[in-house]
């Protein structure tokens, strides 16, 4: 398996609050992305980065921000969670044509 | 708009069955296609397609790109439960450096013994 982990597995916050989820990898990639993925959408990108400091916006980046400050760690921040940000949260390395993914993060928003 | 459009959404077979799972894509500045496998965790790649009519093939699993009709399709011989899992079938694309990945829906099998 790459070497992908994210932080933390699961977590349960209420609207309104900041959250903040952590991927980081030990394969030197400088391309990194967010997804999220939910029933009858599939996986949709919400940001990626490709390179330190360098990022840019997916399809579904509205209420989220991140932010790359080392090429190990890409860092998804939802300023002031909503229920519609329900879902299960992806991280994935390397150039679109092979990425590899992180184990996944199961956000509940109440 | 780009899309990827899977089908079926949903596929029930038995086992020793053979499937063929379609994807079609609208995507600009096509590049490749990819397919991954997805259990009950991350998604994992199974194949990159890029040149039309080059099958590729892993054990009982294969996959061919049609660049002219943008589709591909995904066959899998003898299945087994083992094979139960959402299909997804992803774009490639993009202008200048930049790239732009667009997901299908993906096709749930279910392979019953």
């Known amino acids: 398996d790459a070497g992908i982990t994210q932080s933390p597995r699961h977590k349960v916050t209420e609207t309104g609050t900041p959250v903040t989820l952590r991927c980081h990898q030990t394969e030197n990639h400088r391309y990194m992305y967010w997804y999220r993925q939910d029933p009858g959408h599939g996986l949709r990108l919400i940001h990626y980065s490709y390179g330190v400091k360098d990022t840019d916006k997916g399809e579904v980046s509205d209420g989220y921000s991140v932010s790359r400050s080392k090429t190990e760690d890409f860092l998804l921040t939802l300023e002031s969670a909503t229920s519609s940000q329900t879902s299960v949260y992806f991280c994935a390395i390397g150039r679109g044509y092979e990425q590899y993914f992180g184990p996944g993060t199961r956000l509940t928003v109440t | ?37 997805q259990e009950k965790k991350a998604p994992t790649f199974l194949f990159m397609l890029t040149s039309s009519g080059i099958e590729k093939k892993s054990g009982r699993l294969s996959s061919i790109l049609d660049k002219k009709e943008l589709f591909s399709i995904l066959n899998i011989t003898a299945t087994q439960t083992g094979d139960s899992a959402v299909y997804l079938c992803v774009s490639v694309g993009g202008e200048g450096g930049s790239e732009k990945l667009v997901f299908g829906k993906g096709t749930k099998l279910t392979v019953n013994p």
């Open chain 2, 1 to 37: 708009e780009d899309k990827v459009v899977q089908s079926p959404l949903s596929l029930v077979v038995h086992e020793g069955d053979t499937v063929t799972l379609n994807c079609s894509y609208e995507v600009t500045n096509f590049r490749s296609l990819l397919w991954y496998k």
